[in-house]
Nanobody
């Protein structure tokens, strides 16, 4: 399985971006699809995830501003980001989990200027 993330870029504070992540190759039955981010000098953290069993979960810092969604086949996951803040600047990674383990995408840079 390979994950290809896209949609990052440079945006002004208050702006919006939509990230996409598509799975290819031997696509397994994913149980969870999610987005994480890592800012310089900080640990990687959960942004949002969507699970077959428990639905969606968001980091407190993005609640009300970000929305995670997926396609009906569970092969693509999206992250719509609005009201972006400079603190949202990070490399964003998608990740999927299946019964066989987890797979990470390569990351896409999001930079929010003040």
């Amino acid at each position: 399985v390979q994950l290809q993330a896209s949609g990052g870029g440079l945006v002004q504070a208050g702006g919006s971006l939509k990230l996409s992540c598509a799975a290819s190759g031997s696509v397994l039955r994913f149980n969870t699809m999610g987005w994480y981010r890592q800012a310089p000098g900080k640990e990687r953290e959960l942004v949002a995830r969507i699970s077959r069993s428990v639905g969606t979960k968001y980091a407190d810092s993005v609640k009300g501003r970000f929305t995670i969604s997926r396609d009906s086949a569970w092969k693509k996951v999206y992250l719509e980001m609005s009201s972006l803040k400079p603190d949202d600047t990070a490399v964003y990674y998608c990740k999927v989990n299946s019964a066989w383990g987890e797979v990470w995408g390569q990351g896409t840079q999001v930079t929010v200027s003040s």
